[in-house]
Structures are given as structure tokens and as C-alpha cells.
């Protein structure tokens, strides 16, 4: 079925270690977005993608490498994971087209704990 | 930039009774303004949204909103609260630049038996 899917759905990893998260959608939607949720500050964006190897930063890019050489994937890489990247990180996609019709759909998260 | 701002990061209500979660916003072009529910360890699931068409907006699970510049506000409702409705909520508002949405920091609804 088509869709957005992440992976892994859970990562435990140590302070340090550089760790990738995946993200595949179906729909060759030309907009791609990375955030993460964490309490009391809603969803942030880190990076976005306007179309295969077009990316630039969001609101907290600082420690997140992205790229996206397939429109389909967009993997953000934690380079080197601190305690405050503990985080959850959801993937969206974006249709492109009239204003009317934007629509963003989220993958199911990829809960991040760095120990 | 344009950002939203939700008013009260938990509410509280009877099964049965209004639903009232209030959404503002900040904007210096029509925005396109998004209500999300994210019940636990799930996604998000788009509620509605308002893309300057009808100033009512209604959505999935009896929800609506309405767009109101004057007051530069968008708040959600529903008239009769669920127990399954009990989740947390999210306004957004689409960032015209970036094509990305801003999110506020959500409201936790609990809806008492």
C-alpha cells in the first residue's frame, strides 16, 4: 500500500555514535520534511527538501546531515548523537500543485533515545 | 515568518460537552492553516484544514474550525466530546517559503467520563 515509512520505529544509541534515520515515501511527492517532537515545543523542523538533491535547513538543523538523491528518500544522519537529540522524529511529504490541494502526510515516528 | 500560537497546553472535558481548543495565528499573507490529532505513539492524522476557501472548515471525527482574521484566530470545536476523542492536538500554519508547516505546541485534550 502506498505510503510514508520510517525505519527503524525505535533506536537506542550512545553518546557519539553517528545514527541514520530512513524515511520512503511512495507517492513521488516532490516536498520532503524532517522534524522532531519534543514536550512542550510541538513539532520543529529540522531540514526540508524541495525536490531530489535540493535540501536546506529548518528551525534546528545544527548536528543533522541530510541528503536526498532519490525523490523517494530523504535520510536524516545524526553525525555524531547527543542527550539532547532524545527526541521523536516524524517524516512528512508534500504534495506540490494548486494551494487548495496541499496536503502534508506524517510516517509514524522514529522514537530516538541517545544514552 | 508566520507561526501559531495554541492557548492552554491541556484541557480538560466532560463526555458530551464542547470541545473548545483555541489556535492563533500570525501571519502577513492569507495563511493556510492546519488542525492535527496525534493520539498515542502514533503520527499525525490531518483533522482539516482551511486554504482560503469557505471560512468553516469541517473535518473528520465531527471536528470544525473556523478562520477568523479578524481576531487572526482558528480555533477548533466540536459540539459533543468522545471519550476516543482524548489525544493531543496541533495547529499548524504553512510557511510560504518553505512550503513547510509551523506547528504550535499542541493541546493534550483528557475527556472525563
Known amino acids: 500500500d502506498a505510503g510514508i515509512t520510517q525505519s527503524p520505529r525505535y533506536k537506542i544509541t550512545e553518546t557519539g555514535r553517528q545514527v541514520t534515520l530512513m524515511c520512503h515515501q511512495t507517492w513521488s511527492h516532490s516536498y520532503m520534511f524532517w522534524y522532531r517532537q519534543d514536550l512542550g515545543h510541538g513539532l520543529r523542523l529540522i531540514y526540508y527538501?524541495?525536490?531530489?538533491?535540493?535540501?536546506d535547513k529548518g528551525e534546528v538543523p545544527d548536528g543533522y546531515v541530510v541528503s536526498r538523491s532519490k525523490t523517494e528518500n530523504f535520510p536524516l544522519t545524526l553525525e555524531s548523537a547527543t542527550r539532547s537529540q532524545t527526541s521523536v522524529y516524524f517524516c512528512a511529504s508534500s504534495e506540490s500543485g494548486t494551494a487548495r490541494n496541499y496536503g502534508y502526510t506524517f510516517g509514524s515516528g522514529t522514537r530516538l533515545t541517545v544514552v | 515568518a508566520q507561526s501559531v500560537t495554541q492557548l492552554g497546553s491541556h484541557v480538560s472535558v466532560s463526555e458530551g460537552a464542547l470541545v473548545l481548543l483555541r489556535c492563533n495565528y500570525s501571519s502577513s499573507v492569507p495563511p493556510y492553516l492546519f488542525w492535527y490529532v496525534q493520539y498515542p505513539n502514533q503520527g499525525l492524522q490531518l483533522l482539516l484544514k482551511?486554504?482560503?476557501?469557505?471560512?468553516l472548515v469541517k473535518g473528520i471525527n465531527g471536528f470544525e474550525a473556523e478562520f477568523k482574521k479578524s481576531e487572526t484566530s482558528f480555533h477548533l470545536t466540536k459540539p459533543s466530546a468522545h471519550m476516543s476523542d482524548a489525544a493531543e492536538y496541533f495547529c499548524?500554519?504553512?510557511?510560504?517559503?518553505?512550503?513547510?508547516?509551523?506547528f504550535g505546541s499542541g493541546t493534550r485534550l483528557q475527556v472525563q467520563p
Open positions: 527538501s524541495a525536490a531530489a538533491d535540493i535540501t
Open positions: 499548524a500554519v504553512r510557511d510560504t517559503g518553505r512550503r513547510a508547516l509551523t
Open positions: 482551511y486554504t482560503s476557501a469557505a471560512t
